[in-house]
């Protein structure tokens, strides 16, 4: 699965941004995509996660009230929707793919279970 994300920018805190991630070369949607985010310094995060088959999906408790992911199968797409961001926000953000039962997590969205990565886009967010 090869996956293109995309849709970072600079902000300021309280603004809103769409991530969006694209998804080629899968054999079939019997995949999860994750978000995670790394800011310099910290370990990369699990934000959020959904089952492209059938939409299940989790949230960090850190985003839940402010993040939303969706899935578009038409164009094998997932978005994440940010809103209320803050600087702590501010991070590389990443999607990944996985075949295995990922999604919802048993316990967090962990880096470790996903096998492909797409490319980060970088979101700031200035207060």
């Known amino acids: 699965v090869q996956l293109q994300a995309s849709g970072g920018g600079l902000v300021q805190a309280g603004d809103s941004l769409r991530l969006s991630c694209t998804a080629s070369?899968?054999?079939?949607?019997?995949?999860?995509i994750g978000w995670f985010r790394q800011a310099p310094g910290k370990k990369r995060e699990g934000v959020s996660c959904?089952?492209?088959?059938?939409?299940?999906?989790d949230y960090a408790d850190t985003v839940r009230d402010r993040f939303i992911i969706s899935r578009n199968n038409a164009d094998n797409t997932v978005i994440l929707q940010m809103i209320d961001l803050t600087p702590e926000d501010t991070a590389t953000y990443y999607c990944?793919?996985?075949?295995?039962?990922?999604?919802?997590?048993?316990?967090?969205?962990?880096?470790?279970?996903?096998?492909?990565w797409g490319q980060g886009t970088q979101v700031t967010v200035s207060s």
């Open positions: 959904i089952r492209v088959s059938d939409g299940w999906l």
């Open positions: 990944a793919a996985s075949y295995g039962r990922v999604c919802p997590p048993p316990k967090i969205i962990a880096p470790s279970n996903y096998e492909y």
């Open positions: 070369g899968a054999a079939s949607d019997g995949y999860a």
